[in-house]
């Protein structure tokens, strides 16, 4: 159940641009809420055809779609917000709102700020899969989920979209981009990196070896799974951040090496158990 | 279903050491299929008492346990393997057969071999969670599980093993104890010890990172919930193929820092989407 429902929305009409697996899992949350208005806009054809067949109004046109919402929802991968938004805003009304779900904070908030100025509360959304488009997208994909937000100078449409994203059943969390970005880094990001470079080094050492693998592996594994080209805009976005964050991957991998000699059974079983207990800490 | 049920199993009286996870699990797929006999031997209290309660027969001492079965399933922790072997064999029959679910194979081929000759088979059903104990026992367990098998001298008692493991729901594949070691330490012991690693790179960096972790990241440490005790035993065990797995990784590493650099995204990309192939060989 969307929590308070669609009478707390405190936007009438919203526009939701890019229905991939987030902006199409956002359409069909308000769908769900009943919204009074949804209006989802696409550059693809393919996704504009799918939200038109789950009932959805389309819109190609960005000049046309700024009069057609009082909230954007910007869930094009990262590297489009800019371009997106540059065409939407000489379109805008002057009390438009616009958020976005992008996975960094501080280049779009470097980025989209000079360009939207006070409109733009910037947010995040934990929730997601491997899965990509709007085939994989879910009503129910944002609830209790944790969303940061990032407060625009102005606190009346902080809080507004703080509320709609809430509607949606996330639980928002306000954050500046800087700490969110270095957060993500290792949460998020750096858990995708790994994934990736799990499996490169398994190739480099045994070609054949992941024919034999188990269910273990495959969950370990799984981000690799995810949209490729999605993913480098998010790594290269927050480069500084992620590099920082293999750099302590690469630490933690020689001090294992150390502990994997004869007579450091006790430290190892330390250091195993230290992540085990690390681990309870994740929500869920 | 076990595949082929109680008529193909090669063995009437069936002995499991150790009714953790996996012994449990092993017990339960033999009770469900109908076996004849099966009796479960622990050193500890609780474990005999859990297996009791299952409706099992049970044993305290080896001595005792060595007359009452034909096929011995050592399911105890790698590094109890060979004092539980040693208190059991001087005991055995000669026409008796042990098998064994360790994970590594040729550390115990080397302790277990000279002591148990040809009636030792060893064997390692790919199956699992990051849960322990008797009571994350699940009677489907192997079901479609690859389980590798470690020839012995003795091509019936090979054969039979094979059977065995087949008739509790797994794909029975030879191999050798090096050649096994070097794919686990892979696809299996890699993963484990990863998993480890990004808790431990993440708390360096940041240690209230954890508390805003979504989904990818609980999959990804999913495996560093697992049994520290019994995994600091394999990784112990098998050490120099890990720690030649954690060069690896610790090489890919430092190729993607590089890719982490402006106008490198191409290959990102492509690394990304080598990795995302790499995946798609995973089983199941």
Known sequence: ??????GSLPFRRVAVLGPGLI???????????????????????????????AGFATEESLVALARRA????LCVPVGAMLPVSGELVPHLAPEATVTDVGSVK?????ELRPLLGDRFV???P???SERSGFGAARADLFEDARCFVVPSPDAARTTAVERFWGALGC???RIGAEEHDAIVARTSHLAHATAALLLHAIERDRPNALEFAGPGLRDTSRLA????????????????EVRAALSSLAFETGRLQELLKPGREAELGEYLELARDARKRIPG
């Not at 501080?106 to 470097?110: D, N, Q, T």
């Open 1 to 6: 159940m969307i929590a308070g429902g669609v």
């Open 23 to 53: 902006g199409g899992s956002v359409a069909l949350a308000l769908q769900r809420a009943g919204t009074a208005s949804v209006v989802v806009w696409s550059a693809q054809a393919d996704e504009l055809l799918a939200a038109r067949m």
């Open 70 to 73: 009082d909230l954007f929802v």
């Open 106 to 110: 501080a280049p779009l908030e470097r």
């Open 122 to 124: 910037g947010a995040h």
């Open 126 to 128: 934990i929730a997601g």
């Open 171 to 173: 639980r928002p969390s």
């Open 225 to 240: 799974s995810s949209d490729a080209v999605l993913w480098t805009g998010i790594l290269m976005a927050n480069r500084d």
